[in-house]
């Protein structure tokens, strides 16, 4: 019972902490990003803002979340990495129209699936404890994340130097150990063999435009 409690908390925790990670720049057009610290500093600081300001609005406006998503999200989270990594070895299989045609679907995805639970969290602060360099151009940056009832989290964002940008973007997050992207791919392995890489991405695509559709962001 203590496992199944733990493994219910981490992966509650997991889904909270993401919904942070893909809205963060919601309301930072000029994050500073020149940094791993910066970056998820900044980041954390103006959505915790933003939602204590106008949480009432995003609640009432699925289009309004996702415009801020589309505005402010992709400059800072390297989906495109995130959904190759996802793929796994389907990736090499895939053909580059495949290969776009998952990204895009996987981006909006995310953004469909945590946008409205995000809105319903009451986070007070995001501290960073340690930011630690893998490898150049490679961070990961310790984080602890404080709900308004006490509780508290470590949440470690990974980040990476995109040099074609010419600053730090995220890729991943783990929650008590738990990785976001791990997550996902060990769901989507399990689809791509039973269904192939082509089904897949039309049945995502189905369910992001449904969503849109009927207005519902989650």
């Not at 219910?8 to 020149?34: D, E, I, K, Q």
């Not at 900044?42 to 106008?54: C, G």
């Not at 969290?121 to 602890?144: H, K, N």
């Amino acid at each position: 019972m203590k496992y199944l409690l733990k493994q219910r908390h981490t992966w509650t925790w997991l889904g909270l902490c993401a919904h942070l990670f893909f809205a963060s720049a919601w309301a930072a057009p000029s994050v500073n990003a020149s940094s791993p610290e910066q970056l998820v500093t900044t980041l954390s600081q103006s959505v915790i803002a933003e939602l204590n300001q106008n949480r009432t609005r995003y609640l009432d406006s699925p289009q309004a979340v996702k415009d801020f998503a589309d505005a402010y999200v992709l400059p800072y989270v390297d989906t495109y990495r995130m959904a190759r990594y996802v793929m796994g070895r389907h990736w090499r299989l895939a053909s580059d129209s495949q290969k776009d045609a998952f990204s895009e679907a996987f981006e909006h995805m995310l953004l469909r699936s945590y946008a409205r639970s995000l809105l319903k969290l009451e986070i007070e602060s995001v501290s960073i404890s340690q930011v630690t360099e893998t490898r150049p151009g490679r961070a990961s940056v310790q984080s602890e994340v404080r709900q308004a009832d006490g509780n508290a989290s470590r949440v470690d964002y990974r980040a990476y130097f995109n040099e074609q940008a010419s600053q730090w973007q995220l890729y991943d997050m783990t929650v008590e150990g738990v990785s976001l992207l791990l997550n996902y791919r060990k769901t989507y392995a399990s689809e791509f063999s039973r269904k192939g890489v082509g089904r897949v991405i039309n049945e995502l695509q189905e369910k992001n435009a449904q969503a849109l559709q009927t207005g519902d962001a989650a």
